[in-house]
Protein backbone atom coordinates (compact mmCIF):
# COMPACT_ATOMS: atom_id res chain seq x y z
CA UNK A 1 0.00 0.00 0.00
CA UNK A 2 2.67 2.51 0.22
CA UNK A 3 4.36 1.91 -2.44
CA UNK A 4 1.09 2.10 -4.33
CA UNK A 5 -0.06 5.00 -2.71
CA UNK A 6 3.45 7.23 -3.26
CA UNK A 7 2.91 6.13 -7.31
CA UNK A 8 -0.64 7.48 -7.44
CA UNK A 9 0.03 10.19 -5.71
CA UNK A 10 2.80 11.33 -8.19
CA UNK A 11 0.21 10.52 -10.78
CA UNK A 12 -2.01 12.51 -9.06
CA UNK A 13 -0.08 15.29 -8.45
CA UNK A 14 0.36 15.37 -12.24
CA UNK A 15 -3.46 15.54 -13.09
CA UNK A 16 -5.16 17.47 -11.04
CA UNK A 17 -2.66 20.33 -12.49
CA UNK A 18 -3.04 19.39 -15.88
CA UNK A 19 -6.92 19.44 -15.20
CA UNK A 20 -6.66 23.16 -13.53
CA UNK A 21 -4.72 24.48 -16.37
CA UNK A 22 -6.95 22.67 -19.01
CA UNK A 23 -10.25 23.88 -17.31
CA UNK A 24 -8.82 27.49 -16.94
CA UNK A 25 -7.73 27.46 -20.72
CA UNK A 26 -10.95 26.19 -21.69
CA UNK A 27 -13.07 28.80 -19.98
CA UNK A 28 -10.55 31.69 -21.03
CA UNK A 29 -11.05 30.60 -24.44
CA UNK A 30 -14.95 30.55 -24.15
CA UNK A 31 -14.67 34.35 -23.23
CA UNK A 32 -15.21 34.00 -19.43
CA UNK A 33 -11.56 34.35 -18.16
CA UNK A 34 -12.93 34.96 -14.34
CA UNK A 35 -14.68 31.75 -14.53
CA UNK A 36 -11.48 30.03 -15.76
CA UNK A 37 -9.65 32.07 -12.73
CA UNK A 38 -12.26 30.56 -10.28
CA UNK A 39 -12.07 26.88 -11.90
CA UNK A 40 -8.28 26.83 -12.12
CA UNK A 41 -7.97 28.12 -8.52
CA UNK A 42 -10.86 25.71 -7.13
CA UNK A 43 -9.68 22.86 -8.93
CA UNK A 44 -6.17 23.34 -7.11
CA UNK A 45 -8.06 23.52 -3.57
CA UNK A 46 -10.49 21.15 -3.56
CA UNK A 47 -7.96 18.35 -5.27
CA UNK A 48 -7.13 16.48 -2.11
CA UNK A 49 -4.53 13.71 -2.23
CA UNK A 50 -4.16 13.64 1.70
CA UNK A 51 -7.46 11.68 1.65
CA UNK A 52 -5.81 8.89 -0.18
CA UNK A 53 -2.83 8.93 1.38
CA UNK A 54 -4.16 8.88 4.84
CA UNK A 55 -6.10 5.72 4.46
CA UNK A 56 -3.37 2.82 4.42
CA UNK A 57 -1.65 4.19 8.01
CA UNK A 58 -4.38 5.32 9.66
CA UNK A 59 -6.04 2.11 9.00
CA UNK A 60 -2.70 -0.49 9.43
CA UNK A 61 -1.91 1.81 12.59
CA UNK A 62 -5.10 1.33 14.19
CA UNK A 63 -5.04 -2.31 13.45
CA UNK A 64 -1.80 -2.68 15.13
CA UNK A 65 -2.55 -1.17 18.18
CA UNK A 66 -6.05 -3.09 18.34
CA UNK A 67 -3.94 -6.42 18.24
CA UNK A 68 -1.39 -5.16 20.80
CA UNK A 69 -4.28 -4.88 23.41
CA UNK A 70 -4.69 -8.70 22.78
CA UNK A 71 -1.27 -9.52 23.06
CA UNK A 72 0.06 -9.36 19.61
CA UNK A 73 2.93 -7.24 19.00
CA UNK A 74 3.62 -5.82 15.55
CA UNK A 75 7.37 -4.97 14.22
CA UNK A 76 5.61 -2.12 12.31
CA UNK A 77 1.81 -1.63 10.57
CA UNK A 78 2.78 -2.71 7.76
CA UNK A 79 3.22 -6.44 8.87
CA UNK A 80 -0.68 -6.30 8.94
CA UNK A 81 -0.85 -6.16 5.22
CA UNK A 82 1.38 -8.87 4.94
CA UNK A 83 -0.14 -11.12 7.18
CA UNK A 84 -3.48 -10.18 5.47
CA UNK A 85 -1.70 -11.51 1.93
CA UNK A 86 -0.67 -15.23 4.01
CA UNK A 87 -1.56 -18.66 2.71
CA UNK A 88 0.36 -21.29 4.55
CA UNK A 89 0.90 -21.22 8.26
CA UNK A 90 4.13 -23.53 9.47
CA UNK A 91 4.31 -24.31 13.21
CA UNK A 92 6.83 -25.66 15.33
CA UNK A 93 5.36 -27.69 18.41
CA UNK A 94 7.25 -27.63 21.77
CA UNK A 95 6.25 -24.47 23.20
CA UNK A 96 3.93 -23.01 20.49
CA UNK A 97 1.27 -25.63 19.94
CA UNK A 98 2.20 -26.97 23.47
CA UNK A 99 1.98 -25.66 26.63
CA UNK A 100 4.48 -25.65 29.64
CA UNK A 101 1.40 -25.83 31.95
CA UNK A 102 0.52 -29.01 31.14
CA UNK A 103 4.23 -30.19 31.11
CA UNK A 104 5.44 -32.93 33.40
CA UNK A 105 9.50 -34.28 33.72
CA UNK A 106 10.94 -36.83 35.06
CA UNK A 107 14.42 -38.52 35.28
CA UNK A 108 15.55 -41.67 34.42
CA UNK A 109 18.16 -42.02 37.01
CA UNK A 110 17.85 -39.80 40.34
CA UNK A 111 20.14 -37.12 40.94
CA UNK A 112 22.02 -36.45 44.09
CA UNK A 113 21.08 -32.86 45.71
CA UNK A 114 24.51 -31.40 44.28
CA UNK A 115 23.82 -32.87 40.42
CA UNK A 116 20.52 -31.54 40.49
CA UNK A 117 21.60 -28.04 41.56
CA UNK A 118 24.70 -28.31 38.58
CA UNK A 119 21.96 -29.26 35.70
CA UNK A 120 19.53 -26.70 37.37
CA UNK A 121 21.80 -24.07 36.96
CA UNK A 122 23.11 -24.58 33.02
CA UNK A 123 19.62 -25.54 32.28
CA UNK A 124 18.70 -22.02 33.91
CA UNK A 125 20.87 -20.37 31.09
CA UNK A 126 18.65 -21.10 28.04
CA UNK A 127 15.80 -19.92 26.93
CA UNK A 128 14.65 -23.08 25.29
CA UNK A 129 11.30 -23.99 26.62
CA UNK A 130 12.54 -27.99 27.41
CA UNK A 131 15.25 -26.36 29.30
CA UNK A 132 13.20 -24.10 31.53
CA UNK A 133 11.09 -26.47 32.34
CA UNK A 134 14.05 -28.84 33.48
CA UNK A 135 15.58 -26.12 35.46
CA UNK A 136 12.01 -25.63 36.90
CA UNK A 137 11.24 -29.35 38.01
CA UNK A 138 14.90 -29.26 39.47
CA UNK A 139 14.19 -27.06 42.00
CA UNK A 140 17.15 -24.34 41.52
CA UNK A 141 19.29 -23.70 44.85
CA UNK A 142 19.34 -20.45 46.17
CA UNK A 143 23.07 -21.04 45.77
CA UNK A 144 24.38 -21.49 42.53
CA UNK A 145 27.40 -23.71 42.10
CA UNK A 146 30.13 -21.73 39.85
CA UNK A 147 29.44 -22.22 36.22
CA UNK A 148 31.94 -20.87 33.43
CA UNK A 149 31.88 -20.43 29.57
CA UNK A 150 28.15 -21.54 28.96
CA UNK A 151 27.42 -22.30 25.36
CA UNK A 152 24.49 -23.23 23.56
CA UNK A 153 24.26 -24.83 20.53
CA UNK A 154 20.65 -24.26 18.69
CA UNK A 155 18.98 -28.03 17.72
CA UNK A 156 21.86 -29.64 19.90
CA UNK A 157 22.36 -28.28 23.06
CA UNK A 158 24.15 -26.88 25.99
CA UNK A 159 27.65 -26.73 27.96
CA UNK A 160 29.21 -24.83 30.54
CA UNK A 161 32.65 -25.40 32.53
CA UNK A 162 32.93 -26.84 36.07
CA UNK A 163 35.56 -24.86 38.42
CA UNK A 164 37.96 -28.46 38.48
CA UNK A 165 37.84 -27.77 34.69
CA UNK A 166 35.13 -30.71 33.67
CA UNK A 167 32.24 -30.57 31.57
CA UNK A 168 28.49 -30.36 32.17
CA UNK A 169 26.76 -31.49 29.41
CA UNK A 170 22.82 -31.86 28.76
CA UNK A 171 21.21 -31.66 25.36
CA UNK A 172 20.42 -34.59 22.79
CA UNK A 173 22.07 -37.89 22.50
CA UNK A 174 23.87 -36.57 19.48
CA UNK A 175 25.24 -33.77 21.55
CA UNK A 176 26.92 -36.15 24.25
CA UNK A 177 28.35 -38.63 21.61
CA UNK A 178 30.03 -35.63 20.21
CA UNK A 179 31.68 -34.65 23.49
CA UNK A 180 32.63 -38.33 23.86
CA UNK A 181 30.03 -39.15 26.20
CA UNK A 182 28.65 -42.73 25.29
CA UNK A 183 24.90 -42.85 25.91
CA UNK A 184 22.40 -45.23 24.69
CA UNK A 185 19.45 -44.68 22.90
CA UNK A 186 15.97 -45.84 25.28
CA UNK A 187 13.54 -48.06 24.33
CA UNK A 188 10.59 -46.05 23.19
CA UNK A 189 10.71 -42.79 24.74
CA UNK A 190 7.63 -41.57 26.17
CA UNK A 191 7.89 -37.87 25.34
CA UNK A 192 10.62 -35.13 24.65
CA UNK A 193 14.30 -36.21 26.17
CA UNK A 194 17.37 -34.03 27.45
CA UNK A 195 20.28 -36.38 28.08
CA UNK A 196 22.65 -35.45 31.03
CA UNK A 197 26.22 -35.89 31.43
CA UNK A 198 28.76 -34.73 34.47
CA UNK A 199 32.68 -34.90 34.46
CA UNK A 200 32.74 -37.31 31.09
CA UNK A 201 29.97 -39.42 33.10
CA UNK A 202 26.18 -40.18 31.62
CA UNK A 203 23.50 -38.59 34.13
CA UNK A 204 20.73 -40.35 32.41
CA UNK A 205 17.81 -38.21 30.69
CA UNK A 206 15.25 -36.20 31.64
CA UNK A 207 11.81 -37.09 29.99
CA UNK A 208 9.64 -34.32 29.33
CA UNK A 209 6.12 -34.97 28.33
CA UNK A 210 3.74 -32.31 26.68
CA UNK A 211 0.35 -31.17 26.67
CA UNK A 212 -1.47 -29.45 23.62
CA UNK A 213 -2.54 -25.93 24.11
CA UNK A 214 -6.42 -25.93 24.36
CA UNK A 215 -8.44 -25.37 21.11
CA UNK A 216 -5.40 -26.53 18.78
CA UNK A 217 -8.01 -28.60 16.84
CA UNK A 218 -10.22 -25.64 16.33
CA UNK A 219 -7.98 -23.32 15.42
CA UNK A 220 -6.28 -25.91 12.64
CA UNK A 221 -9.78 -26.73 11.55
CA UNK A 222 -10.13 -22.48 11.49
CA UNK A 223 -7.08 -22.01 9.19
CA UNK A 224 -7.48 -25.37 6.72
CA UNK A 225 -9.96 -23.48 4.22
CA UNK A 226 -7.46 -20.53 3.66
CA UNK A 227 -3.94 -21.75 4.32
CA UNK A 228 -1.81 -24.99 3.89
CA UNK A 229 -0.66 -26.20 7.14
CA UNK A 230 2.27 -28.05 8.21
CA UNK A 231 4.52 -29.08 11.39
CA UNK A 232 7.70 -28.05 11.57
CA UNK A 233 9.27 -30.14 14.46
CA UNK A 234 13.00 -31.11 16.00
CA UNK A 235 11.33 -33.64 18.03
CA UNK A 236 11.24 -37.09 17.80
CA UNK A 237 8.21 -38.43 15.86
CA UNK A 238 6.67 -40.28 19.09
CA UNK A 239 3.42 -37.41 18.48
CA UNK A 240 3.39 -37.65 14.69
CA UNK A 241 0.26 -39.86 14.57
CA UNK A 242 -1.31 -37.21 17.03
CA UNK A 243 -0.62 -34.49 14.46
CA UNK A 244 -1.48 -36.36 11.49
CA UNK A 245 -5.10 -37.06 12.43
CA UNK A 246 -5.06 -33.00 13.57
CA UNK A 247 -3.79 -31.97 10.38
CA UNK A 248 -5.71 -34.76 8.36
CA UNK A 249 -2.44 -35.23 5.78
CA UNK A 250 0.35 -37.24 7.49
CA UNK A 251 2.54 -35.30 4.95
CA UNK A 252 2.50 -31.85 6.20
CA UNK A 253 4.03 -33.16 9.34
CA UNK A 254 7.82 -33.19 10.32
CA UNK A 255 9.93 -34.41 12.83
CA UNK A 256 13.52 -34.92 13.63
CA UNK A 257 14.34 -31.63 11.60
CA UNK A 258 17.06 -29.23 12.81
CA UNK A 259 16.81 -25.53 12.66
CA UNK A 260 18.49 -25.30 8.87
CA UNK A 261 16.06 -27.96 8.14
CA UNK A 262 12.97 -25.75 9.08
CA UNK A 263 14.43 -22.97 7.23
CA UNK A 264 14.43 -25.68 4.25
CA UNK A 265 11.38 -26.44 4.48
CA UNK A 266 10.06 -22.89 4.65
CA UNK A 267 12.11 -21.61 1.45
CA UNK A 268 10.72 -24.84 -0.39
CA UNK A 269 7.06 -23.94 0.07
CA UNK A 270 8.16 -19.84 -1.00
CA UNK A 271 9.42 -21.05 -3.95
CA UNK A 272 6.05 -23.37 -4.71
CA UNK A 273 4.18 -19.87 -4.55
CA UNK A 274 3.24 -19.35 -0.54
CA UNK A 275 2.89 -16.44 1.35
CA UNK A 276 4.18 -18.42 4.66
CA UNK A 277 3.66 -17.82 8.19
CA UNK A 278 6.46 -19.02 10.81
CA UNK A 279 4.99 -19.57 13.96
CA UNK A 280 7.34 -21.43 16.68
CA UNK A 281 9.51 -20.07 19.85
CA UNK A 282 13.05 -20.67 20.84
CA UNK A 283 16.27 -20.01 19.29
CA UNK A 284 15.84 -23.62 17.21
CA UNK A 285 12.95 -21.73 14.81
CA UNK A 286 14.93 -18.52 14.81
CA UNK A 287 16.36 -18.98 11.21
CA UNK A 288 12.84 -20.32 9.96
CA UNK A 289 10.87 -17.17 11.65
CA UNK A 290 13.82 -15.03 9.22
CA UNK A 291 13.10 -16.71 6.30
CA UNK A 292 8.83 -16.45 6.95
CA UNK A 293 7.35 -13.37 5.17
CA UNK A 294 6.02 -13.45 8.96
CA UNK A 295 7.62 -14.65 11.57
CA UNK A 296 5.58 -14.77 14.85
CA UNK A 297 7.62 -16.03 17.76
CA UNK A 298 5.35 -17.14 20.45
CA UNK A 299 5.94 -16.24 24.38
CA UNK A 300 4.98 -17.18 27.65
CA UNK A 301 5.92 -13.37 28.53
CA UNK A 302 5.82 -10.71 26.31
CA UNK A 303 9.01 -9.16 28.76
CA UNK A 304 11.56 -12.01 27.72
CA UNK A 305 13.98 -12.23 25.03
CA UNK A 306 12.70 -13.41 21.77
CA UNK A 307 14.10 -14.13 18.35
CA UNK A 308 13.91 -11.52 15.10
CA UNK A 309 10.37 -11.55 14.19
CA UNK A 310 7.86 -9.28 12.88
CA UNK A 311 5.21 -10.49 15.37
CA UNK A 312 5.52 -11.42 19.14
CA UNK A 313 2.53 -13.25 20.28
CA UNK A 314 1.72 -13.68 23.56
CA UNK A 315 1.07 -18.08 24.08
CA UNK A 316 -2.65 -17.54 25.30
CA UNK A 317 -3.01 -16.54 21.83
CA UNK A 318 -2.04 -19.04 19.57
CA UNK A 319 -5.61 -20.55 19.34
CA UNK A 320 -6.55 -17.18 18.03
CA UNK A 321 -4.47 -17.20 15.22
CA UNK A 322 -6.55 -17.60 12.58
CA UNK A 323 -8.66 -15.04 13.83
CA UNK A 324 -6.12 -12.79 14.03
CA UNK A 325 -5.15 -13.29 10.08
CA UNK A 326 -9.01 -12.61 9.71
CA UNK A 327 -8.82 -9.39 11.08
CA UNK A 328 -6.40 -8.14 9.16
CA UNK A 329 -8.00 -9.46 5.61
CA UNK A 330 -10.70 -7.31 7.21
CA UNK A 331 -8.32 -4.09 7.66
CA UNK A 332 -6.85 -4.22 4.38
CA UNK A 333 -10.19 -4.27 2.54
CA UNK A 334 -10.78 -1.26 5.01
CA UNK A 335 -7.70 0.22 3.09
CA UNK A 336 -9.37 -0.21 -0.08
CA UNK A 337 -12.44 1.04 0.85
CA UNK A 338 -10.53 4.16 1.87
CA UNK A 339 -9.11 4.26 -1.01
CA UNK A 340 -12.51 4.19 -3.12
CA UNK A 341 -13.72 7.03 -1.12
CA UNK A 342 -10.75 8.92 -1.59
CA UNK A 343 -11.39 8.34 -5.23
CA UNK A 344 -14.91 9.28 -5.44
CA UNK A 345 -14.48 12.68 -3.67
CA UNK A 346 -11.75 13.84 -5.92
CA UNK A 347 -12.93 12.61 -9.09
CA UNK A 348 -16.65 14.27 -8.03
CA UNK A 349 -15.18 17.37 -6.29
CA UNK A 350 -12.82 18.26 -9.52
CA UNK A 351 -15.38 17.55 -11.58
CA UNK A 352 -17.55 20.25 -10.17
CA UNK A 353 -14.72 22.50 -9.73
CA UNK A 354 -13.32 22.59 -13.08
CA UNK A 355 -16.97 23.10 -14.31
CA UNK A 356 -16.48 26.89 -12.20
CA UNK A 357 -19.46 26.42 -10.23
CA UNK A 358 -17.59 25.85 -7.13
CA UNK A 359 -15.84 29.22 -4.63
CA UNK A 360 -12.63 28.42 -3.66
CA UNK A 361 -13.86 28.87 0.06
CA UNK A 362 -16.13 26.30 -0.64
CA UNK A 363 -12.84 23.71 -1.54
CA UNK A 364 -11.29 25.05 1.08
CA UNK A 365 -13.73 23.63 3.59
CA UNK A 366 -14.56 20.36 1.25
CA UNK A 367 -10.82 19.30 0.89
CA UNK A 368 -9.92 19.08 4.97
CA UNK A 369 -13.41 17.62 5.29
CA UNK A 370 -12.58 14.51 2.80
CA UNK A 371 -9.49 14.23 4.84
CA UNK A 372 -11.23 13.90 7.88
CA UNK A 373 -14.14 11.16 6.31
CA UNK A 374 -11.25 9.37 5.22
CA UNK A 375 -9.33 9.02 8.86
CA UNK A 376 -13.00 8.45 10.58
CA UNK A 377 -14.18 5.76 7.83
CA UNK A 378 -10.33 3.82 8.28
CA UNK A 379 -10.87 4.38 12.12
CA UNK A 380 -13.93 3.05 12.38
CA UNK A 381 -14.39 0.54 10.42
CA UNK A 382 -11.40 -1.05 11.82
CA UNK A 383 -12.89 -1.29 14.93
CA UNK A 384 -15.97 -2.71 13.67
CA UNK A 385 -13.84 -5.15 11.99
CA UNK A 386 -12.49 -6.31 14.97
CA UNK A 387 -15.15 -6.94 16.75
CA UNK A 388 -16.51 -9.07 13.74
CA UNK A 389 -12.85 -10.96 13.83
Excluded at 307 to 336: Q, W
Aim: glycine content about 8%; hydrophobic content about 45%; some cysteine.
Amino acid sequence: FESLTNRYSRRFTRIVIAIALAAGVVWTALGQPGRGLKAFTSVLIVACPCALALAAPFTLGTAQRLLSRRGVFLRNSQVVETMAEINAVAFDKTGTLTESGGTSVSLSEPLSEPEAAIFATLCAHSVHPHARQLAAALHQPPHRPELAGFEEVPGSGMRARLPDGSWVLAGSRSWLLHHQVQVAAPDAPRGSLIFLALQGRPRGHAIIQHALRPEVATLFRELAPHHDIALLSGDHARDRDRFSSLLGDGRRVHFNLSPHDKLAHVRHLQTSGKRVMMVGDGLNDAGALRQGDVGVAVVEGVGRFSPASDVILDASRVPALARILDFTRRAVRVVRAGFVISGAYNVVGVAIAAAGVLSPLICAILMPLSSATVVAVAVGATHLAARRA
